[in-house]
């Protein structure tokens, strides 16, 4: 589907006169959603608005990462991930470019093919993800996803879809979801937010759909300041204020910190937050050490599943234990290191502050996303096999 084909929530997107956009922008809900777009498999004989792909809003993709760690939770799915990384030293030789020559505005390279392997009672599903940071001086995106989905009998695949505004959005479900289990004790509370990417969009939406009543304002702060300004400019009619801030000077007077930057080193300090913030950590070295240790010692930790988190390596947490000859999933019984899918078995628990949330985003999530894909297509009781 090309971008003059999009139809989704941004009005920079519609081509329409200045009164038509005041009334689009007067009239429209926050949550338009994205389409799913199909690369293979199953057509509807009527494409809903005009494309042969399913629409999705950032609601239904919430509801479908609960029903994930849900279905994690009781055993009915599982998955796994494996990851290649190429050795940064062969980035010159494939660009013609000295590594220091190279504009990386200090993020991780994270250069890397996934893939990410998931199975629940029906299905099957496999996202493969190709990414470098190097890709943005190509004008390229920095990452692109790719869903396979297969009939678990046959395991023969039915559909295949482009995964990349999925993985946003299911990643940005996290932020709702961290404030149900870790809300502030404020009646309503502010969110800083270190990013301007597409989960930062999608974690500002989630978070504007179930919580907007609530929130006072989220301030967002950026490695480029154009960025979090046109990230403000994109969300200036939600329920609160988005706010770009160069400095971060208000991250002391938020309850509720989220990192989605794919930053190479550590955002802030630890006396730079709120003693009782909650810090929700979705890119990858971006908490420090000093924050780590306290909410080990005297807060609370919790990873959207601690294997993953381990396995996967690049997140600060697994640092910080890997610097000291330790592994997370070795540590997490003597911390209390929970996960996040077992969360609902215990709703009432009250938490220790300050609390860190790292998530890796697990494989499950984009299944029971392409799932709803499929189903939406096909009745459940059509026996299909296979796409093709």
């Known amino acids: 589907m090309s971008t003059a084909d999009r139809t989704d929530y941004y009005p920079e997107n519609k081509k329409e006169s200045t009164l038509e956009n005041m009334f689009h922008e007067a009239s429209e809900p926050v949550d338009k959603g994205f389409l799913a777009d199909i690369i293979a498999g199953p057509r509807s004989k009527e494409p809903p608005l005009g494309h042969d792909n399913i629409p999705l809003t ?42 220091s020559m190279l504009d990386l505005r200090e993020q991780r390279l994270n250069w890397k093919l996934s893939a990410l392997v998931s199975i629940n009672e029906k299905y099957g599903a496999v996202k493969i993800v190709g990414s470098n940071a190097y890709n943005r001086n190509l004008g390229l995106p920095r990452s692109r996803s790719t869903i396979l989905l297969f009939d678990k009998l046959t395991m023969l695949p039915v559909m295949v879809l482009d995964g990349t505004e999925i993985s946003a959005a299911r990643t940005g479900a996290y932020a709702s979801i961290v404030a149900e289990h870790f809300p502030p004790d404020q009646e309503t509370f502010s969110v800083f937010l270190f990013g301007a990417g597409k989960v930062a969009e999608r974690a500002i939406l989630d978070l504007a759909i179930r919580h907007g009543h609530r929130i006072e304002r989220i301030y967002v702060k950026s490695h480029s300041s154009e960025g979090a300004e046109k990230l403000a400019a994109r969300f200036s009619r939600l329920p609160f204020k988005v706010i770009p801030s160069p400095h971060a000077s208000e991250l002391g007077t938020c309850a509720f910190v989220i990192t989605a930057s794919n930053a190479g080193k550590p955002l802030f300090d630890a006396s730079q937050l709120a003693d009782a913030a909650v810090v929700l950590h979705l890119g990858g070295l971006e908490s420090p050490d000093n924050f780590i240790r306290r909410a080990l010692e005297v807060g609370t930790v919790f990873c959207d599943d601690t294997d993953a988190v381990c396995h996967r390596g690049s997140q600060s947490i697994a640092h910080y234990f890997k610097s000291r000859g330790q592994l997370l999933s070795q540590e997490a019984p003597k911390y209390q290191i929970g996960n996040l899918w077992s969360l609902s078995r215990t709703p009432q628990v009250t938490y220790r502050r300050p609390a860190l949330i790292t998530c890796v985003g697990l494989p499950v999530l984009d299944l029971y996303v392409a799932q709803r894909v499929f189903e939406s297509l096909v009745p459940v009781s059509h026996e299909a096999r296979s796409a093709w």
């Open 58 to 99: 950032q609601s239904d993709v919430g509801d479908l990462v609960r029903d994930a760690l849900e279905a994690i939770s009781t055993g009915l799915a599982y998955g796994a991930k494996i990851a290649l990384q190429p050795d940064p030293a062969e980035l010159p030789r494939l660009t013609g470019e000295a590594v």
